[in-house]
C-alpha cells in the first residue's frame, strides 16, 4: 500500500474537517455547479456513518424532508465542500446507524453527548 | 504499437479540474531496458524487445542471462516485444522511462492475466440469464443453462456450446483507458478504470 498512499498524498489535497462521528447532526456546505455559475447550497443530517480510510474516506449522512428521508454520501476530501459544521454532538453505541433509516418520531430522536 | 510493460499497484480514486472523482488503476511501469531490435533484414520483421522487472541472476536461465548481458543490464522477469515506433529512436541497451511514451489524455489499451475465478456455471461465466422464475415448476434450476440441442437432428451438441467451466486466468486486453496521471519521480502510470489481473502481475501498456 505505500505507493498507494503516495498517490493519495500527492494528488488529493487532504481538508481540514472538523471532529464528528456517527450520530452527530452536522451541515455541510458544497457548491453546485450549473454551467458556468457555482453556487453553494447546504445539508443537514445526522451521521449515519463513516467508511474508508485515508483519503478516499466518505460519510453518509441522513435527513427527513418532509415525510420522505434522503440520504447523500460524500467523500471527505471532495474539492466541492466548502465547510462543516457540527451542530449537535450524538450519543449512539454503533458507528454505523443504520438502525435510524427504520425509526420516525420520538424513536428517532438521538440523546445529545455531553463533554 | 509502441508501449511498455508494467505492474499492477492497486486502485484508488483522485479529483479532476472539476472537483468530479475519478477511479484510478495505479501501474508501475518501467523504465524498461531495450534487450533487442529486430530489423527486416535479420528477423523478416521490425521491433523492439523491452524488459522489465529485477531478479536475481541465479534465478535466470544461462540462455537468458547472455541475452541480457547483450544489452548491458540486470536480469529481467518480463521481455515483450513491440513495434519499432517510439517518439524517439532507441538503442540497445536504453532504458525507457514512462514520460517518454505516455502523456496525460492519452488513451491506451492494457493487456493482463485475468484474476482466476475457478469453476464457475453458465450464469457468470457467459452471462446466461438462468430461469428467472421461482415458480411455475421450477424448484432445482435457477442458474441452468437449459436445453443445450434438439434431439433426433443433430443428435449431438455442437462444438463450442458454451457451458460451465474455468473461468478467468486468461490474456485480457482493455482497451481505451485514458492516462489520467503521470508520474515520472517514481515512474507511476495513473488510467483511469480497472485492468485485468491481481495486485503485482504485470501488465503491458500499448498506446
Do not use: W
Not at chain 2, 510493460?5 to 479532476?16: A, F, L, P, Q, V
Not at chain 2, 540486470?74 to 517510439?86: L, S
Not at chain 2, 484474476?115 to 442458474?143: E, I, L, M, P
Amino acid at each position: 500500500m505505500d505507493i498507494v498512499s503516495y498517490v493519495q498524498d500527492q494528488y488529493i489535497t487532504k481538508k481540514d474537517v472538523p471532529e464528528f462521528s456517527s450520530g452527530d447532526t452536522i451541515t455541510v456546505y458544497y457548491q453546485i455547479r450549473e454551467g458556468e455559475k457555482v453556487r453553494t447550497q447546504f445539508f443537514r443530517g445526522i451521521v449515519l456513518q463513516r467508511r474508508g480510510a485515508g483519503a478516499t474516506e466518505t460519510f453518509t449522512i441522513r435527513k427527513m424532508s418532509g415525510n420522505v428521508g434522503v440520504e447523500r454520501i460524500f467523500p471527505i476530501n471532495s474539492p466541492s465542500i466548502e465547510r462543516i459544521e457540527v451542530n449537535k454532538k450524538g450519543s449512539v453505541r454503533r458507528a454505523r446507524i443504520f438502525y435510524q433509516r427504520e425509526r420516525t418520531g420520538k424513536s428517532a430522536r438521538i440523546r445529545e453527548r455531553r463533554g | 504499437m509502441p508501449g511498455l510493460i508494467g505492474k499492477k499497484i492497486g486502485m484508488t480514486s483522485i479529483y479532476d479540474a472539476n472537483g468530479k472523482m475519478i477511479p484510478c488503476t495505479i501501474v508501475e511501469t518501467g523504465p524498461c531496458v531495450v534487450t533487442q531490435i529486430k530489423t527486416e533484414d535479420v528477423d523478416g520483421y521490425s521491433s523492439v524487445q523491452l524488459a522489465f522487472g529485477e531478479m536475481k541472476e541465479k534465478n535466470l536461465g544461462q540462455p537468458l542471462i547472455g541475452h541480457v548481458k547483450k544489452a548491458n543490464t540486470t536480469p529481467k522477469r518480463k521481455f515483450v516485444e513491440f513495434d519499432n515506433d517510439f517518439s524517439e529512436a532507441v538503442n540497445l541497451g536504453d532504458s525507457i522511462a514512462v514520460d517518454k511514451v505516455f502523456v496525460e489524455g492519452d488513451f491506451v489499451d492494457v493487456v493482463g492475466t485475468s484474476k482466476g475465478k475457478g469453476f464457475q456455471g453458465v450464469v457468470k461465466r457467459h452471462g446466461f440469464g438462468g430461469v428467472g422464475q421461482s415458480t411455475h415448476g421450477q424448484h432445482n434450476r435457477a442458474r441452468h443453462p437449459g436445453s443445450i440441442g434438439a434431439g433426433s437432428t443433430p443428435s449431438r451438441v455442437f462444438k463450442g456450446m458454451r457451458m460451465a467451466g474455468r473461468m478467468g486466468g486468461t490474456r485480457t486486453k482493455i482497451q481505451n483507458l485514458r492516462v489520467v496521471k503521470v508520474d515520472a519521480a517514481k515512474n507511476l502510470l495513473l488510467l483511469k478504470g480497472a485492468v485485468p489481473g491481481h495486485k503485482n502481475s504485470f501488465v503491458i501498456i500499448e498506446k
